[in-house]
């Protein structure tokens, strides 16, 4: 089994790293990053059921996990809301510019 301090500092670092990537907005670490939280998450469980890990030292990193989960789907919820928006204002636009191509060509005949 690893060493549960160092099972402890992969799930601190990934949690940084994690936090680093959403305040960037970088969806694509975030994707990589996502594979990784349960190769990390469970030699830590695994350690605190053996009694190697005290729970009292797991239990609030897997909370702050879950509240960035949580954070990070606003996040994705907000950020496809803002693509949808851009998109349908490139529609609008696309629109108009080809009403205004038929409005054009209809005056010259």
């Not at 500092?9 to 349960?38: C, G, P, R, T, Y």
């Not at 919820?77 to 636009?93: C, P």
């Amino acid at each position: 089994m690893a060493n549960p301090d160092v099972l402890l500092a992969d799930l601190d670092s990934l949690h940084e790293q994690l936090e680093a990537a959403l305040n960037a907005e970088d969806w694509e670490a975030l994707i990589v990053l996502n594979q990784q939280v349960k190769p990390i998450v469970a030699p830590l469980m695994e350690a605190m059921e053996q009694g190697a890990v005290s729970p009292t030292q797991v239990k609030p990193r897997l909370e702050a996990l879950n509240r960035f989960v949580e954070v990070a789907g606003r996040g994705a919820v907000k950020a496809r809301d803002e693509a949808r928006q851009s998109l349908q204002g490139v529609n609008q636009n696309r629109n108009a510019a080809a009403t205004y191509a038929n409005v054009s060509g209809n005056r010259t005949k």
